[in-house]
């Protein structure tokens, strides 16, 4: 299919999803609406970096990532207050529809500038469909959707273990997890998570990293409003008013892990100076009071946001250091998987720990004989807490404090295991031009059709700890001995310009 047609798909898909979203007659489609409309910005996000690895060098493509998330940041920051004004002045439904310009400004700006073509390794749509690992996806997806039906069940609604609904989401999560690898391992043409990857150290410490950095990340954004709203009183605009340091946080420091890495070439040392940040952070979120200032407040959440920014740039950085070139596309989604599923079980995991202790501290507090039935309200609106007669609020609020805690607890042990398992993740140099096969030839496989998940034939296999690289660095006028500029997706002549006319290239890529 190539870069620019997978990613003007996913824009299609999230488009669909969008204004599905805002015709939304029930909740149940406004259910799918939501997942189809997620697919498809999980696709736009992951392609468009592995487009910004073709077209920039190791060096510089940190810095153009950064600057991609500066406008990532500002869209996060800005989308919530745009929607709650639109949501307020013409209805929720127009939040979703107002996006469609956007997504056609997207589709339009691809067309025209997304000039450089990389060949698909199927001839025809139908080919395509062939070679997309569906098993692997779907089982996936069931795996992931039934542990969180689970935790759901059993935490959310305090079923008791032995009810259905409670025992088989958890061993239909099991079975198809289980599926899932054998699929990948047996079935997958190109699988979702790449078997060769998981054989190598870094691949598997990065994305094990991606996972638990995700995790503290999205338990924190769900939960440090919640901690305003319900323990500091304030109302839900305020409350969520102040996630918007962690956004622009993020972004300045993904912007400033880019400009190190374009000015040094390197990503270790700030891994491990700014890596530490993130846990700073959350230590000092475990330590907010009631009566805590604004200053520790931002202090803690900006802290966590840019080191959580450096530490995603430098791992991804460090990722791509250690792949071939035709691997880049595969190790991107490689790392995504990761996060993805970090995303996922941050909300679940987080949210299955705190409805679990805010019920047992409830119970310790509210023992009136109407109990049962405050605890639950209580339980499942955070609303209700500011209404409460004073007794009960003293305690729901204290309740809250004690559970959102352990949240802060769980975030600040995940960012800490994450660093303690970066710091094997060796130093490599960005200067040095990609590999490519012994013969000389660039990302031979993507110009024969090779499968990306597997070397091509007569390609030399590296180790990831290898410092050498088969072809040696290529200097450019105007930067004699200076580092060497990544060609696009082995399809660039040295000079710079598109080499379409190549033996080597497909007839897709002759436009």
Not at 170 to 181: H, K, M, P, Y
Not at 312 to 327: K, R, S, W, Y
């Amino acid at each position: 299919m190539g870069r620019r047609g997978a990613n003007q798909l996913a824009v299609i898909v999230a488009a669909l999803g969008t204004i599905a979203c805002g015709l939304s007659r029930n909740m149940e489609m406004l259910v799918v609406a939501r997942f189809l409309s997620g697919m498809g910005g999980g696709g736009i996000f992951t392609t468009c970096t592995i487009i910004t690895s073709d077209m920039y060098s190791l060096r510089s493509r940190g810095l153009a990532q950064g600057v991609s998330n500066l406008f990532n940041g500002l869209g996060m920051g800005l989308g919530g207050p745009i929607g709650g004004l639109v949501s307020d002045r013409f209805g929720w439904r127009w939040a979703f529809i107002m996006q469609m310009p956007l997504f056609a400004l997207s589709l339009i700006l691809t067309t025209y500038n997304l000039r450089y073509v990389t060949p698909g390794k199927g001839k025809s749509a139908m080919e395509v469909l062939k070679r997309i690992d569906w098993g692997g996806s779907f089982t996936l997806l069931v795996a992931v959707g039934s542990f969180l039906v689970f935790l759901s069940m059993k935490y959310n609604e305090d079923l008791p273990w032995n009810e259905p609904w409670v025992v088989v989401p958890l061993a239909l999560a099991g079975a198809f997890f289980v599926a899932f690898v054998l699929v990948e391992l047996l079935v997958a043409p190109e699988p979702v998570l790449a078997p060769l990857l998981l054989r190598q150290k870094v691949p598997v410490l990065v994305g094990t990293s991606n996972f638990l950095v995700a995790l503290c990340n999205f338990s924190v954004m769900y939960f440090f409003p919640m901690w305003f709203q319900t323990v500091a009183l304030t109302n839900a605009s305020i409350a969520g008013l102040h996630l918007l340091p962690n956004s622009m946080s993020m972004s300045i420091g993904s912007l400033f892990a880019g400009w190190v890495m374009h000015r040094t070439g390197k990503y270790k040392l700030i891994n491990l100076i700014f890596g530490f940040f993130p846990f700073i952070g959350i230590v000092l979120i475990t330590f907010m009071q009631e009566t805590s200032g604004p200053y520790q407040m931002w202090l803690s959440i900006i802290t966590l946001g840019f080191g959580n920014a450096v530490v995603l740039q430098t791992m991804l950085i460090a990722l791509l250091a250690h792949l071939p070139e035709n691997l880049m596309a595969v190790g991107t989604g490689f790392g995504q998987v990761f996060r993805g599923i970090g995303q996922v079980s941050g909300v679940a995991v987080s949210s299955a720990l705190f409805q679990s202790k805010l019920d047992s501290e409830l119970r310790k507090r509210i023992l009136t004989p109407d109990a049962p039935e405050i605890i639950n309200k209580i339980r499942h609106s955070a609303k209700l807490v500011a209404t409460l007669p004073p007794d009960l609020q003293r305690a729901a609020r204290d309740s809250y404090a004690v559970a959102l805690h352990a949240v802060f607890v769980l975030a600040a042990c995940s960012t800490f295991l994450a660093f303690v398992i970066r710091l094997p993740v060796p130093e490599k140099t960005l200067d040095k031009s990609p590999r490519k096969e012994a013969n000389g030839a660039p990302d031979a496989a993507q110009a024969e059709g090779q499968p990306s998940g597997s070397p091509a034939e007569g390609q030399a296999v590296h180790s990831e700890d290898e410092e050498e690289d088969v072809s040696p660095n290529v200097s450019h006028a105007g930067r004699v001995g200076g580092p060497s500029r990544r060609r696009l997706s082995g399809f660039e002549s040295i000079e710079g310009t598109l080499d379409l006319e190549s033996d080597t290239v497909g007839a897709s890529a002759r436009r």
